[in-house]
């Protein structure tokens, strides 16, 4: 059966530049793919842009690509990148010059038609609103994408293009592509489109499915200093292996994979794609050989007939300032420092008639704050901490002379303060993820190929209704018994954690299929959203679904994260810490369970 092998070298603007040289060096690869962007990756590149209409795009990728371009042209190999931003242009612009000037023929197709940009004026007239609180539409976006499908790639692989650069898809989209050019597959071939979708989550986050992030790190006994990336043999009937080159450190195995399988799809009997709708509740993983885990049987649906798009818009200042406080009792003078601050702050400010801070967050990093009444006993018995003070405020002003009054705190309030890390801090602008849905058929998608441009017709779908889903099947559940004993989470399950806007996404999966009626009994949406009440807001709620192929859970917490991304002031905006958290809860088992841990 014809099978093409992916590489990724890239989880997001900043990974490692040694990833790409590994891949193309050891890799076998037939495609090479780059992962760039995040909704705040795009709001910085519209300011990059808007400063500098040459600037707007993932520049690592030019200069990740540059020295490789005779080795990836030698081998014949494709490659596919996002990095194009805000600017693809621009960035096809640049990748070809550094070709030119290797002495190498390139030829570079671009996608365009998500940057909506210039057209937030004609949807704010037609009504469109947030996509999960329909609130209004924002009175300016700095950025406005939406997040496009395969199509694209696979009709400028079929140009002739040895490179496809796109703006804001699906991180997906760079590895179905390929998939759709090479087997042909029909656009209502759902379940292999499923498949491509999954095979491409699974690899879009790099070494995250490589024993990257992983919740048994101690078994990753070698190789973060060189870490493997992961490549997928993709089969024609869909089915897929996870590996990584020969020789490089870190682990592909079920639990590696399926943490990344996970990781952020929210309800997985409706991760909403624009090319399909995914059920990954059906997916299996087998451990076939070293380093190779195969995954199949992921099911497809039609994908729903709108585009999500991804808007950044202001939202005033913020600042962060970060000290240490030591000696006795620190986390409770670290406290009444910061408290003092604020107040005094707060004070000036309305002398200066600028009104009090729109919002502020104070840490104590060290004593266990982050989990609130779960806290260990003795965290607060700590004699240092870092104390991490964050602030929003309309005028940028107000948060300069916060600054100014912070050195004054280490000489006029409590002893042991010292340590302010990276000096005074500086003033930020604030920018909120804003997102909406479009409908496909106002969105129009080119693929611009050596001075032509070619429309790309896509599925239009059908409309999502959530209602409509099958209920999931109710599992067996343990009642605790009087002798049951209490063992931390970890020693049943493995769990990663991440974001979706304000989103928190954690999926727990169960290191032995045999546990899952324990799990089932312990991690109750009720028990978790409990475990979590200090970080959930007021209109928050947690739901649970269960993936049975992959004996998993997945939890979505929403509105957990303080607004999420840049414009939380917490330390952990993007709930990354929230599957380690979960772990330490305790799960009562019967007496043998427990002795068999």
Not at 329 to 346: D, G, H, N, S, T
Request: charged share 20%; hydrophobic share 45%; net charge negative.
């Amino acid at each position: 059966m014809k099978s093409i092998r992916i590489g990724c070298a890239s989880a997001f603007w900043g990974d490692t530049s040694t990833a790409a040289e590994q891949l193309v060096n050891h890799g076998k690869l037939d495609y090479l793919v780059f992962d760039y962007l995040a909704e705040v990756t795009m709001s910085i590149l519209a300011v990059q842009r808007m400063k500098d209409p040459a600037q707007g795009y993932a520049r690592d990728f030019v200069e990740v690509m540059t020295p490789l371009l005779p080795a990836v042209k030698a081998q014949g190999m494709k490659v596919i990148s996002n990095a194009g931003g805000m600017n693809v242009g621009a960035c096809r612009d640049a990748l070809a010059a550094a070709a030119e000037a290797a002495g190498i023929s390139l030829r570079i197709a671009v996608v365009e038609g998500d940057d909506l940009t210039m057209r937030q004026g004609e949807f704010r007239e037609a009504g469109i609103t947030e996509m999960d609180t329909g609130a209004p539409f924002p009175g300016m976006l700095v950025s406005m994408n939406a997040y496009l499908g395969a199509p694209a790639v696979a009709e400028a692989l079929r140009q002739g293009a040895d490179v496809v650069i796109t703006g804001r898809g699906v991180d997906s989209a760079v590895t179905l592509g390929p998939m759709l050019y090479e087997f042909g597959w029909d656009v209502r071939d759902y379940d292999k489109l499923a498949q491509g979708s999954l095979a491409g989550h699974i690899i879009e986050c790099g070494a995250q499915c490589t024993g990257g992030n992983f919740t048994d790190w101690q078994t990753v006994a070698s190789g973060y200093e060189n870490m493997g990336f992961p490549f997928i043999d993709m089969r024609a009937d869909g089915s897929f292996v996870v590996g990584k080159p020969e020789g490089t450190g870190g682990a592909v195995t079920v639990a590696t994979v399926g943490e990344q399988m996970l990781y952020e799809i929210g309800d997985p009997r409706a991760y909403l794609l624009p090319d399909v709708r995914c059920d990954f509740t059906t997916a299996t993983l087998m451990q076939t050989a070293d380093d190779q885990v195969l995954v199949q049987g992921a099911s497809g649906f039609a994908p729903p007939d709108t585009y999500k798009v991804s808007g950044t818009t202001p939202r005033g200042h913020r600042i962060t300032s970060m000290f240490l406080m030591g000696g006795r009792e620190a986390p409770q003078k670290a406290a009444r420092v910061a408290e003092a601050l604020i107040k005094k702050c707060e004070a000036l400010f309305a002398s200066k008639g600028w009104g009090p801070f729109t919002e502020t967050a104070v840490e104590l990093l060290g004593a266990e704050t982050m989990y609130g009444a779960n806290a260990r006993a003795g965290a607060a018995a700590t004699r240092e901490v870092v104390v991490k003070i964050a602030a929003k405020h309309k005028e940028k002003a107000a948060l300069v002379l916060f600054s100014k009054e912070l050195a004054q705190a280490a000489t006029g309030m409590a002893p042991g303060l010292t340590g302010y890390f990276g000096g005074r801090p500086s003033v930020q602008p604030v920018v909120q993820l804003w997102s909406c849905k479009v409908p496909k058929r106002d969105v129009s998608i080119t693929v611009d190929f050596e001075g032509q441009r070619t429309p790309v017709v896509v599925d239009e779908g059908l409309p999502f209704d959530p209602m409509a889903l099958p209920a999931q099947a109710a599992g067996e559940v343990w009642q605790p018994t009087a002798d049951a004993v209490s063992v931390p989470l970890i020693k049943l399950a493995v769990a990663r954690s991440g974001d979706k806007g304000d989103h928190a996404n954690i999926g727990v999966m169960a290191r032995d299929p045999s546990y899952l009626p324990y799990l089932r009994a312990a991690l109750s949406e009720a028990k978790v959203a409990d475990y979590f009440k200090h970080l959930i807001a007021a209109n928050g709620s947690v739901s649970r679904w269960e993936l049975p192929g992959s004996h998993s859970f997945n939890f979505l917490l929403r509105h957990a994260l303080g607004g999420g991304g840049i414009a939380s002031l917490r330390t952990d905006p993007q709930g990354k810490c929230f599957a380690q958290m979960l772990l330490d809860l305790d799960i009562p088992v019967p007496p043998a369970v427990a002795a068999t841990l």
